[in-house]
Structure formats: structure tokens, C-alpha cells
Nanobody, 125 residues
Framework: QVQLVESGGGLVQAGGSLRLSCGVSGLTFGSVNLGWFRQAPGKEREFIAAIHKTGSQTYNTDSVKGRFTISRDNAKNTVYLQMNSLEPGDTAVYYC??????????????????WGQGTQVTVSS
């Protein structure tokens, strides 16, 4: 059974930092591309960042470039999202996702085969 489990969310003041983790089990970690999305109340799920299965390429949406960094540790079966300079507009539930097929469609929700349950990030002003 494939499982993706996010952790690291919480309440932080504007300007602060958080690092989200997503542990993946039940599949060959090095064979999947990974992404982070977020969803705020009343809004659609939004692409944040993605990383190729080899770790050789990363992608970010414009709103988080220079602030958020995605990385993966294939030895630990874990993908990370380092979030710096957080803003109240970053408040949302954050989800990690895994996709197996090629080509990688980084910002396309249906591309991803597996999803975590989400972790809440709240940024206060």
C-alpha cells in the first residue's frame, strides 16, 4: 500500500520559516517524480514545486521562487519543502504527491498518482 505522510506544518509569523517533510512508502521512491501543492479554503489546489525522480530538475511556481526550495533524499524516501520568508498568503493545507509516468507534468493535478493527507501551514501577520 502506497503512503505519503506529510509533517512539519504549523503556525508561524510572517517572515518565518518552516520545513515540510513527506515520507513515502509502498513504492520504489527513486522511480517517482514528486510535487508539492497547497489548497487554501475556497480555492483550487495550487502547484507549488516539483522535483524529477533523479533530483536533477526542480520546478517552482512564480509566487514562491526565491522563497521555497524542494529537495529529496532518496536514501530516506523523503521529499522536503523548505519555506522561507513566509507570508500570510502562504496559509493553506500543503500536500505532497507522487507521479510515475513520463513526461512529467509538474503542475497538473491529475498527473499525480498518489497524494498525502496534507499538513496545515498558517502564517500570521
Amino acid at each position: 500500500q502506497v503512503q505519503l505522510v506529510e509533517s512539519g506544518g504549523g503556525l508561524v509569523q510572517a517572515g518565518g520559516s518552516l520545513r515540510l517533510s513527506c515520507g513515502v512508502s509502498g513504492l520504489t521512491f527513486g522511480s517517482v517524480n514528486l510535487g508539492w501543492f497547497r489548497q487554501a479554503p475556497g480555492k483550487e489546489r495550487e502547484f507549488i514545486a516539483a522535483i524529477h525522480k533523479t533530483g536533477s530538475q526542480t520546478y517552482n511556481t512564480d509566487s514562491v521562487k526565491g522563497r521555497f526550495t524542494i529537495s529529496r533524499d532518496n536514501a530516506k524516501n523523503t521529499v522536503y519543502l523548505q519555506m522561507n520568508s513566509l507570508e500570510p498568503g502562504d496559509t493553506a493545507v500543503y500536500y505532497c504527491a507522487a507521479g510515475r509516468s513520463a513526461p512529467m507534468r509538474v503542475d497538473y493535478v491529475p498527473y499525480y498518482d498518489y497524494w498525502g493527507q496534507g499538513t496545515q501551514v498558517t502564517v500570521s501577520s
